[in-house]
């Protein structure tokens, strides 16, 4: 059974900071994905990292996937306000299911 | 623009009664879809699976009598919920997983149906 370990749950960053969020699954796997969701919104997809070493960024994120680990990480770099978000990650199994992380709670304060 | 639909975005029904959620995949056809449900303050979990021309697969502790499937085209997944409970009351999400090449893969997700159910 694919598990995922999503890490911190929750996150107070200061602005101008930088910290990563952690993801950690139990089996071999093609895809993993990072969303973004807002309050009462749905996903927004934020990555799509589908081989070792994939590094992707975009504005203020960046994510990497090690398949050999098992592991992959949001790195957010100099957090700003509308970054706070809950941002799950996601990873495929051979079906094409979704096994999502619990979240991760992000605000940013001053 | 928006790739996949649901439709309603919000419903309120008694408890008791039935109610049905519309997921339409608006750019491309696909013989696959997912439906997820996710309870407040907590992660999405996978309902089942929507399969074009058979019958859904159900993940475990989902009931299929509950919760009835129907792809009714390539474009098109609907969820039933019959009998519905104050339980039931949550937010569903469709995604529709789409693959154009062997480097570009995604699956988007639906604005989601908020249930609530009184």
């Known amino acids: 059974e694919l598990k995922v370990e999503q890490n911190p749950l929750f996150l107070s960053m200061q602005e101008g900071k930088n910290y990563t969020i952690y993801c950690n699954y139990s089996t071999t796997s093609d895809r993993l994905y990072w969303y973004r969701q807002d309050p009462g919104k749905s996903l927004e997809s934020l990555f799509v990292l589908l081989s070792n070493g994939a590094v992707k960024q975009e504005g203020r994120l960046m994510a990497s996937l090690d398949t050999k680990a098992r592991l992959s990480t949001l790195h957010i770099t100099a957090a700003v306000h509308d970054l706070s978000a809950t941002y799950f990650c996601a990873v495929e199994d051979s079906w094409g299911k979704l096994q999502f992380g619990a979240g991760t709670q992000v605000v940013v304060t001053p | 623009g928006a790739v996949v639909s649901q439709h309603p975005s919000r419903v309120i029904c008694k408890s008791g009664t039935s109610v049905k959620i519309e997921c339409r995949s608006l750019?491309?056809?696909?013989?696959?879809m997912f439906w997820y449900r996710q309870f407040p303050k907590q992660s999405l979990m996978l309902m089942a699976t929507s399969n074009e021309g058979s019958k859904a697969t159900y993940e475990q502790g989902v009931e299929k009598d509950k919760f009835l499937i129907n792809h009714a085209s390539l474009t098109l997944s609907t969820l039933t919920v019959t009998s519905a409970h104050p339980e039931d009351s949550s937010f569903y999400i469709c995604?529709?997983?789409?693959?154009?090449?062997?480097?570009?893969?995604?699956?988007?997700f639906g604005p989601g149906t908020r249930l609530t159910v009184t």
């Open positions: 750019d491309f056809q696909a013989t696959t």
């Open positions: 995604s529709v997983p789409k693959a154009e090449a062997s480097s570009s893969y995604e699956q988007y």
